[in-house]
């Protein structure tokens, strides 16, 4: 079975979301509600790790499709 690549498209969409989930944090860091900050962290976090998971796996098929 053929890998498929994740879309350029995606992987921006995902690091956009990711800077908008840090802003929220900033922002509910400064006002002092910690546990929605803590939240919007996480995600941001995991979007982050799956634009670069993305990245790399769409590498990785690149670099198979050569050989």
Do not use: C, W
Request: hydrophobic fraction near 55%; proline fraction near 1%.
């Amino acid at each position: 079975m053929q890998k498929k690549k994740t879309h350029l498209m995606i992987i921006l969409a995902l690091f956009i979301n990711g800077m908008a989930m840090v802003l929220f944090a900033i922002d509910n860091i400064q006002l002092k509600n910690v546990g929605p900050g803590i939240t919007f962290t996480a995600l941001a976090v995991v979007l982050f790790s799956l634009g670069v998971y993305s990245i790399v796996r769409n590498s990785k098929i690149k670099e198979m499709e050569r050989r």
